[in-house]
Structures are given as structure tokens and as C-alpha cells.
């Protein structure tokens, strides 16, 4: 009976399945949609500009060669909202979006400084798009970064995303999906933070690119400053985020010394002071080094070894709690998420806190104390 049972079942299943007829969710043939690469916003007066990086069907079937390998085509829309943009683009392009392909959301800069909340609606509200999709905001317009070929990649999109994607291997950026920024954005115990993007032109290679050019911080869901490279390394120490990276550092007896970061682990300690929060930051990095400048070939003394580690925990210490001080005082902005660590640990002192907390933010103790061991000094070990 059981052997029936599984053979109707399966005949059922058969029956229902379209199976693979490159079809979109709605039915539609895979070649009657545009299948969007990217989307970038930006502001325009009365409205949007999206600027949408596209699949292009005609070099997929070899009808189109003078692309140089690049597979997408751009198109503009234009809208009273995000949502009729969107709509619009069939004006130009002929066939409706699809969604499912997309790597990369980026914002102009004067859409990110007037608030994302608006703007965000659309990509959370319509069931099309996607949560996992990275975001990103643009050094001025967006439609820039959109346009970029990143050195004549076949989807220069998806090389952005990759790049954001890899960006904790040197700890200098990071990626935020779609999902995530809507739960920050939603907690009122935090702030977002997105990568930033410029378009880089290189004349004398005939080509260009965009680089990741550190974080843009925001406060209550509108852009309020940045963080540069080593100001965005340091906000990655502070919340745990670091996997790898690079450390140069300099000092006596050994000039200057090229580290790898192995690991890293931060912790936070969240206590009381005088009716204000106090938050103890500790930091333990395990280094492997590259090089050194001013040591003798191929060998490294403990005393160079410990001064090295010494070397490196102050320097980033330094680090860490200026750009924890540019966040908080400067920015006023709790990308570091100190809201939540106190409400978690102390409730009352929260509620009684909570309405003017971003007066509070300047007026927060900080300590870090920063633990940095190196593993392996290279081929030869140390003394």
C-alpha cells in the first residue's frame, strides 16, 4: 500500500511542476523581463532617478559585440516615488523587472542624507525583491557607480558586490545586506552604517573603477558623516567584526613592521558611573608577521617581538577610541550599538535614558584596552 501511496504522490508531483522553462515568478518567460544587476537612487526634483543595470539579452545571444564583454545595459526611469520609477522603466526597456538576479542597491548621496526610511519602503514592502540583496551609498550620485564598467567587467555590478563581499580580508569595509539594515534602522537602541562607493577614473590605463572608500554613519536613518580606512578597521574592532587584515606599525628597535591579523575577539563591559553608562571595551588580536624593517634578516628577538605587540596595542587603542569618540560625540550616532549593551545590562538606567539619548551619546565613558600577540614570526621562530 505504501508503495502505491509513494508512486501517486509522485505521479502528483509531476503533474504540477512546470519544470525548468525559464519562467519569472509571474509566469513570464525569462527573455520577456529585464533581470536587474543593480539599482541606483537618486534624488531628483519632483521625484526619483533610478539608474538600473540590466542583463543584456541581445549579447547573451551573440547578436551584440561591441560591448567588449560587458553583458548588462543600463537604463533610466524616472518617478514620483521609488515604486512608479520602477514601473516606469517598462517605458524604455520594454519588459518588467525582475529582481531575483540583483547584487547591489546603491544610494545617491542626497538621498542617504535626507533618510533612508522613504526610500528603503519599496525594496522591504514589494514581495519581488530581495533580503539579501548588499547596500551601499555613492560619493555623489549613484547613478555614477551604476554607469562605472569596473574595468570593462562582464557585470560590474556583481564585481561591487564582490569586492564588499571580501572587503574583511583587509578589514578596511564591509557589506550590509538589505535585511540587516532594515532591523537597525528599525531598533531604537542603533543606527545603519553603509559602505561608501566612488567611481575612480584611471586615464593613463583607459579604464575605471569603483572603490571602496569607508563607511558613511547614520543617525535616526539619515547620513550624518564618515569613517575613513582606518576609522572603519577601528569601528570593525570595536564591533567584533574583524576576521583579517593588515596592521603597519612603528616603533623602537624595529622601525617599522608589517602584521597580518589572524584573529581577533572584542569584548564589552557595560556598568555605571555617576548615572551615566560606562563601557569597557577589550580587544585580543592575534598577529602573524610580514616583515620588518629594522631587524636583522630572518630573526626576531623576544625584546623586538614584545616591542612590536606593545607597539601595536597602542596604536590601535588610539585608534579605537578616537573613532568611537567621532561616532558618539561628533555623529551622535550609536552605530556601535552601546543602546542595546545597556538596555541588555542595565534596563532601568535605559528607560530613564532612553527619550534623550543622543544627548547622552557625547557625555559616555569610554575605556579600550587593546591585547595584541604575535603567533609566528616567520620561518624562524623568535628567541
Known sequence: MKKWMTLLAGVLLMLTLTGCQGYGADGREIRERLIIQGIGVDRE???????????????????????????????ESRGETVADAMRNVTLTAGRRPLYSHNWLIVFGEEVARAGLGETL???????????????????????????????????????????LEMGRVNAKTLQL????????????????????????VDKGQGMDTVLAD????????????????????????????????????????????????IQSDT?????????????????????????????????????????????????????????????????RSDVLRLGNRLWLAEPETFRRLSDAWRDVLPQITFHVEVQTSIRRSGQKSAD
Do not use: W
Not at 519602503?121 to 551601499?136: I, P
Not at 587584515?245 to 623602537?252: K, W
Open 267 to 331: 569584548s564589552i563591559e557595560t556598568s555605571i558611573q555617576n548615572g551615566l553608562p560606562d563601557y569597557h571595551i577589550t580587544v585580543d588580536c592575534v598577529c602573524d608577521v610580514h616583515e620588518i624593517e629594522g631587524a636583522d634578516f630572518g630573526r626576531i628577538e623576544s625584546s623586538v617581538r614584545e616591542a612590536i605587540e606593545a607597539a601595536a596595542s597602542d596604536m590601535l587603542e588610539k585608534q579605537l577610541l578616537q573613532t568611537a569618540r567621532l561616532c558618539l560625540s561628533s555623529y
Open 177 to 200: 545586506p538589505l535585511y540587516r539594515a532594515v532591523a537597525l534602522l528599525e531598533d531604537p537602541t542603533s543606527d545603519v552604517y553603509l559602505p561608501l562607493l566612488k567611481p575612480v
Open 214 to 261: 569607508g563607511l558613511a554613519i547614520f543617525r535616526n536613518g539619515s547620513y550624518v558623516g564618515d569613517l575613513d580606512a582606518m576609522q572603519t578597521r577601528s569601528f570593525l574592532f570595536l564591533t567584533d567584526q574583524v576576521e583579517s587584515g593588515d596592521l603597519v606599525v612603528q616603533g623602537e628597535p624595529f622601525g617599522k613592521a608589517s602584521l597580518e591579523i
Open 45 to 75: 526634483e519632483g521625484g526619483y532617478l533610478l539608474t538600473l543595470q540590466a542583463f543584456n539579452m541581445a549579447v547573451s545571444g551573440g547578436q551584440d559585440s561591441g560591448l567588449s564583454g560587458n553583458v548588462t545595459k543600463v537604463y
Open 121 to 163: 519602503d519599496f525594496f522591504v514592502r514589494d514581495y519581488a525583491t530581495r533580503s539579501t540583496v548588499d547596500l551601499a551609498v555613492a560619493r555623489g550620485k549613484a547613478a555614477d557607480i551604476i554607469r562605472s564598467h569596473v574595468d570593462k567587467s562582464s557585470i560590474p555590478a556583481r564585481e561591487i558586490q564582490m569586492a
